[in-house]
């Protein structure tokens, strides 16, 4: 019998709602190959951990499922006032 590995699945699930196009800017990381977004959390994840985003984009009802990569983390505390959260790259 050959072993057959787990697929990789993802740590975890984060709910994003972005109510407006400001919102929606003000998080997209342009610099993220692929693209990616800030989402403010105080969530303990790693960096490389998997994550499905929930996104809610503005007045739409449905929530879409979106996989990602986090590739950023501002920890709590952080200087100057910076919000704590993470930044996850899109992946396919």
């Given at each position: 019998m050959a072993d057959n590995p787990a697929p990789e699945t993802p740590t975890g699930v984060l709910a994003v709602t972005i109510r407006d196009k400001n919102a929606l800017y003000a998080s997209?990381?342009?610099?993220v190959a692929g693209g990616g977004l800030f989402i403010p959390t105080s969530r303990q994840v790693h960096l490389g951990d998997e994550l499905i985003l929930l996104l809610t984009l503005m007045d739409e009802a449905e929530k879409l499922?979106?996989?990602g990569k986090v590739v950023?983390?501002?920890p709590r505390g952080s200087q100057n006032g910076k919000v704590a959260g993470v930044?996850?790259?899109f992946v396919d």
């Open positions: 997209y990381m342009s610099f499922p979106v996989a950023w983390i501002t930044g996850v790259q």
